[in-house]
């Protein structure tokens, strides 16, 4: 059999300029598809929605990452935060849950809302997990903070206090209830819970003032917003609800270790360690068209390493370890798969005081 040479190249020409047309038709779809994006944001406003008070964390956070995210949207939106305080960032989930998906209302609530849909908290009326997740700007460690004024300074000073100590909350299911109650029901701790504060601002500012003796969220939070009496002495880190002793407190006892039993150290990982890496979460409603959804999880994530925002986050003291949209999604849909029986002990300690 003989090989026509001549009629060979031909193929390979033409092969090859089938490819480059195909390149070149694949270029501009792509370059269609980055106008009609950048056309779509083009002088927008895209709210960001924060369900906790001014001067929280939640709030810090929020306002320094909208400062810079909308450089990274195509079309370059103006990027507002909006807070929405109420029943522990609740109402702002449930109001970014039911907003327009059309990409233009971003939702940061605390993660530890799949909690309460896990548990069947009355409230928590619509699935969570159906949410569009965007990303988290960094991963959240939970310890507990008291005034020197309190007259607890030590984990051993709490345990033999007298009277229950006065922890702040601000709704159940939420990190600052699940750790106090931990700490009472499963460590054994005498602990009085103060719930239904606005946000953590109002925690602090209530431990300020006597009110409170402190209570326990982010460390993330903590060191930036309450720096002031942290440095001073008059604010005490008194026990880490994390799995190892963070590089900042070293010397402050885990709450891991103040149990003795297998059952106790799975449910203080499973209440109060399984969302704080998640916690300070952005999401958009379901139906949030696919293409603008991966429009924000792209431009959330090259803020997160663009360096005038990090100049920015160091100069306000904020910690920043982002977590993308997409696993983000996988450590919500993890709870869902907790062993009956653990849920069942988690929901007799998280909501039966």
């Not at 190249?9 to 089938?18: D, H, M, P, S, Y």
């Not at 009496?229 to 190892?244: A, E, F, K, P, R």
């Not at 990982?269 to 379901?286: F, G, H, K, M």
């Amino acid at each position: 059999m003989c090989f026509d040479s001549h009629r060979g190249k031909k193929l390979v020409t033409l092969a090859f300029i089938l490819a480059f047309s195909f390149c070149l038709q694949g270029a501009a779809n792509i370059a269609a598809l980055a106008a009609e994006q950048s056309a779509f944001y083009q002088d927008k406003v895209v709210r960001i929605v924060v369900g906790a008070a001014p001067g929280g964390g939640f709030d810090v956070y929020a306002r320094a990452i909208a400062r810079h995210w909308g450089k990274h949207i195509p079309g370059h939106p103006r990027l507002l935060v909006e807070n929405q305080a109420g029943a522990a960032t609740l109402l702002a989930a449930k109001n970014a849950f039911r907003a327009n998906p059309d990409g233009l209302t971003i939702g940061n609530f605390i993660a530890d809302i799949a909690l309460g849909r896990l548990l069947k908290q009355p409230g928590v009326d619509f699935d969570f997990q159906k949410f569009q997740w965007i990303g988290v700007p960094v991963k959240d460690n939970i310890v507990c903070a008291l005034t020197k004024a309190s007259g607890v300074a030590s984990i051993e000073a709490w345990k033999t206090s007298k009277t229950p100590v006065k922890l702040g909350g601000t709704g159940r299911l939420v990190i600052t209830d699940n750790a106090a109650l931990v700490l009472k029901h499963v460590i054994g701790l005498p602990v009085h819970l103060v719930s239904g504060y606005a946000g953590t601002a109002p925690i602090r500012l209530a431990a300020e003032s006597g009110e409170l003796a402190g209570g326990c969220w982010q460390w993330e939070s903590i060191k930036p917003t309450w720096r002031a009496g942290l440095q001073s002495g008059d604010v005490n880190i008194i026990v880490q609800m994390t799995s190892q002793p963070l590089t900042d407190l070293p010397k402050v006892p885990l709450a891991l270790n103040l149990v003795n039993n297998d059952e106790a150290r799975k449910l203080i990982t499973a209440a109060v360690q399984t969302t704080p890496p998640i916690t300070r979460v952005y999401a958009v409603p379901p139906g949030t068209p696919k293409d603008r959804v991966n429009i924000l999880q792209a431009s959330f994530m090259e803020t997160m390493k663009d360096p005038e925002f990090l100049a920015d986050a160091k100069k306000s003291n904020l910690e920043i370890d982002p977590t993308s949209g997409e696993d983000a999604g996988k450590a919500i849909n993890s709870l869902f798969q907790l062993e009956p029986n653990l849920v069942a002990k988690m929901k007799s300690v998280l909501l039966g005081d």
